[in-house]
């Protein structure tokens, strides 16, 4: 992702306004390689600026997203998820605490068979795989306490996986 200088000199040469919210919300973005809902984005922002607003966090995570400087993803957690690195990859999706992780690896021979395509010409894949993240899978909380068996809940046993 750009520097939070480059964001924020690219929403000025797109006659975007430029505030301090979101110059804090470039830092934040800028800071992390996770792909966090605009809810975390909004809570790590509130620590820092307690009146901003989750309209903004979300006008200006679209704004990123129109301008292509970040991905919205629809990984099936339940909330949109926004991925800072555009750099074609793939993710690992944890079922469990909703992690989701970059899977840097290109698959060239993955291909949709002629007699099922149709004609549909495709234009990119993501691939995304689903299973347990090593916390999860182990049963243990990240404070070392054990944690219930997978999918009993939508509880999220370590903070890490809330990005």
């Known amino acids: 992702m750009k520097s939070p200088a480059e964001l924020t000199d690219l929403f000025r040469d797109r006659g975007r306004k430029m505030t301090a919210q979101r110059q804090a919300l470039f830092a934040?973005?800028?800071?992390?390689?996770?792909?966090?809902?605009?809810?975390?984005?909004?809570?790590?922002?509130?620590r820092q600026m307690p009146t901003i607003s989750l309209r903004t966090v979300y006008q200006t995570l679209n704004d990123l997203v129109a301008m292509g400087e970040l991905e919205q993803l629809d990984v099936g957690t339940g909330s949109?998820?926004?991925?800072?690195?555009?750099?074609?990859?793939?993710?690992?999706?944890?079922?469990?605490?909703?992690?989701v992780q970059d899977v840097p690896v290109d698959f060239p021979d993955v291909a949709v068979p002629q007699e099922v395509a149709g004609g549909?010409?495709?234009?990119?894949?993501?691939?995304?795989?689903?299973?347990?993240?090593a916390t999860c899978a182990h049963g243990t909380r990240a404070d070392g306490t054990a944690d219930r068996a997978p999918s009993?809940?939508?509880?999220?046993p370590h903070k890490e996986c809330h990005a």
Do not use: K, M
């Not at 998820?81 to 992690?99: E, I, T, W």
């Open 28 to 46: 934040i973005l800028h800071g992390t390689e996770a792909h966090p809902t605009a809810e975390w984005v909004y809570e790590r922002a509130r």
């Open 80 to 99: 949109a998820r926004f991925d800072p690195n555009l750099a074609p990859h793939h993710h690992l999706v944890c079922d469990d605490c909703g992690r």
């Open 120 to 133: 549909f010409t495709v234009s990119t894949t993501e691939i995304v795989f689903r299973g347990l993240c």
């Open 152 to 156: 009993q809940s939508n509880h999220h």
